[in-house]
């Protein structure tokens, strides 16, 4: 088993930053790839980025390359988004996953693992 843990939601101004940790607990070793979707009121479930848990290189959606980053801490068992330039639309609750076989996914079907999520709301 994997318990994510996700932290540093809130409130913030359209232009402002937010960073999301999510801590990693449990079988560690299981994870291959770990990512970040968000859900927004009546919409489904989007991917937003992933890293392999190894390193190597990142992937994000357009709608937030080049204002998020996707980044891990493995000594710290730690995921992080960092968002920058953020706007109204990227209000959501977001998730942290983490997938237990290799290769990159934007599925959410795909990783077996989910935080319980925090609010993002960016006010214009």
């Known amino acids: 088993q994997v318990q994510l843990v996700e932290s540093g939601g809130g409130l913030v101004q359209a232009g402002g930053s937010l960073r999301l940790s999510c801590a990693a607990s449990?079988?560690?070793?299981?994870?291959?790839?770990m990512g970040w979707f968000r859900q927004a009121p009546g919409q489904e479930r989007e991917f937003v980025a992933a890293?392999?848990?190894?390193?190597?290189?990142?992937y994000t959606s357009d709608s937030v390359k080049g204002r998020f980053t996707i980044s891990r801490d493995n000594s710290k068992n730690t995921l992080y988004l960092q968002m920058d330039s953020l706007k109204p639309e990227d209000t959501a609750v977001y998730y942290c996953?983490?997938?237990?076989?290799?290769?990159?996914?934007?599925?959410?079907?795909?990783?077996?693992?989910w935080g319980q999520g925090t609010q993002v709301t960016v006010s214009s």
């Open positions: 996953a983490a997938r237990t076989s290799p290769g990159v996914r934007k599925s959410e079907g795909d990783y077996g693992y």
């Open positions: 449990g079988r560690i070793f299981n994870i291959y790839v």
């Open positions: 890293i392999n848990w190894s390193g190597g290189p990142t």
